[in-house]
């Protein structure tokens, strides 16, 4: 099983280029989530899908739109990127029953905005 | 106010010795606790989870809950070179309830010197 996998790895934008982050899980997880992580700032949530069909704002969701595609895919759209969001973003899953909160993360999407 | 804190660090800890990380929260609602590891330039990786009050060993690693205190620790036993990273603590829901999301701390970043 490869986990969670994102795509790009790097990537480098304009101001006011748009763009889609893509994640896909393999591990028949129900809920899936976006963050951010900026030095000195820890993780902080951007969107997530508790289940198929269903998305929530989380902490910072401003500037930023998703798409939960079906239970493996859930993608995340900058519309016009902005240097603030220049970032390491990443996509984590977790079974999604309210036994298990344990959520598992893909490798990363390196963006910077110029 | 963030609702899991950490200290920063960096926590220096000589090879071979025991490393002490702390976690504090202060939403009583949080009631489920997970410690990640991220060595740098990766990804977050689940290294322990934690529900009930008192210890929860693995191998070198032992998590502690003081729900009483909102407090959360994170032991290391006999530190290596490669336990150098730094190390996430996030709070989540109740056992049992519908929520999905964790909050996570800024992190700690531990270096043990040879």
């Known amino acids: 099983n490869a986990g969670v996998t994102q795509t790009p790895k790097f990537q480098v934008l304009k101001t006011g280029q748009s763009m889609t982050l893509q994640c896909a899980q393999d591990m028949n997880h129900n809920s899936m989530y976006w963050y951010r992580q900026d030095p000195g700032m820890g993780l902080r949530l951007i969107y997530y899908s508790a289940s198929e069909g269903t998305t929530d704002k989380g902490e910072v969701p401003n500037g930023y739109n998703v798409s939960r595609l079906n239970k493996r895919e859930f993608s995340l759209r900058l519309e016009s990127a902005a240097p603030s969001q220049t970032s390491v973003y990443f996509c984590?899953?977790?079974?999604?029953?309210?036994?298990?909160?344990?959520?598992?993360f893909g490798p990363g999407t390196r963006l910077t905005v110029t | 106010q963030k609702e899991v804190e950490q200290n920063s660090g960096p926590l220096s800890v000589p090879e071979g010795a025991i490393a002490s990380l702390n976690c504090t929260y202060s939403?009583?609602?949080?009631?489920?606790f997970f410690w990640y590891r991220q060595y740098s330039g990766k990804s977050p990786e689940l290294i322990m989870f934690?529900?009930?009050?008192g210890d929860k060993e693995d191998g070198r690693f032992t998590a502690q809950l003081n729900k009483a205190s909102q407090y959360v620790s994170l032991l290391i036993r006999d530190s290596q070179p490669s336990d150098s990273a730094t190390y996430l603590c996030a709070g989540g829901p109740l056992r049992g309830s519908s929520a999905s999301k964790i909050i996570f701390g800024s992190g700690t970043r531990l270096s043990i010197r040879p």
């Open positions: 984590a899953s977790n079974l999604g029953t309210a036994y298990s909160y344990e959520q598992y």
């Open positions: 939403d009583r609602g949080s009631q489920s």
């Open positions: 934690i529900y009930s009050n």
